[in-house]
């Protein structure tokens, strides 16, 4: 059964940096892409960036550019989400999800940040 | 940057009857790219449908998906009370649509 399980979520000053993580199981880690997509409190979904199976290719929407980076972890079947210089709009849960050729097939419950002082 | 509208924000439906969603993009967009998610209150959204057209496993054949270079269009045939939800589009690897509300009338 394929999983996805975030954590690292909390409240954190505005400036302030978490790392988000996000367990993978139940499937071939190194032959996907993984997302990271978030939601803030009572809007849409955005999508926030990605990585290739390999961890060379990454891309981010513009409002993140420069302050949070994604990376991988093939031996801990995990993927990251660096965010530094945070602000109250990235306050959202952030969710986790597999690529799997042109769809998001799965996702992870996602994990609450909080930018507030 | 391709950006996506969704209409009508929101559908008012009563359960048995047709819904017809709509995902308008500003350039054209690659049949293979254009996804629907669905989206149920405090959970994570489910993939309904990709490649615009191609139903994802386990989803129920009153959802289909149509369309394609700057139209798309989500439709489940006759409503079931586990279907009202918020419904997104997406083109693959970017933009998600703002969102449909489908809600029971």
């Known amino acids: 059964e394929v999983q996805l399980v975030e954590s690292g979520g909390g409240l954190v000053q505005p400036g302030g940096s978490l790392r988000l993580s996000c367990a993978a199981s139940?499937?071939?880690?190194?032959?996907?892409?993984m997302t990271w997509v978030r939601q803030a409190p009572g809007k849409g979904l955005e999508w926030v960036a990605h990585?290739?199976?390999?961890?060379?290719?990454?891309d981010y929407v513009d409002s993140v550019k420069g302050r949070f980076t994604i990376s991988r972890d093939h031996a801990k079947n995990s993927v990251f989400l660096q965010m530094n210089t945070l602000r109250a709009e990235d306050t959202a849960v952030y969710y986790c999800?597999?690529?799997?050729?042109?769809?998001?097939?799965?996702w992870g419950q996602g994990t609450l940040v909080t930018v507030s002082s | 940057e391709i950006v996506l509208t969704q209409s009508p924000g929101t559908l008012s439906l009563s359960p048995g009857e047709r819904a017809t969603l709509s995902c308008r993009a500003s350039?054209?967009?690659?049949?293979?790219?254009l996804a629907w998610y669905q989206q149920k209150p405090g959970q994570a959204p489910r993939l309904l449908i990709y490649?615009?057209?191609t139903r994802a496993t386990g989803i129920p054949d009153r959802f289909s998906g149509s369309g394609s270079g700057t139209d798309f269009t989500l439709t489940i045939s006759r409503l079931e009370p586990e279907d009202f939800a918020v419904f997104y589009c997406?083109?693959?690897?970017?933009?998600f649509g703002g969102g449909t509300e489908v809600e029971i009338k």
């Open positions: 999800a597999r690529d799997n050729t042109y769809q998001l097939d799965y």
């Open positions: 139940g499937f071939t880690f190194g032959s996907h892409w």
């Open positions: 990585i290739s199976q390999d961890g060379s290719g990454k």
């Open positions: 350039q054209s967009v690659p049949s293979t790219d």
């Open positions: 490649g615009a057209s």
């Open positions: 997406q083109r693959h690897g970017t933009t």
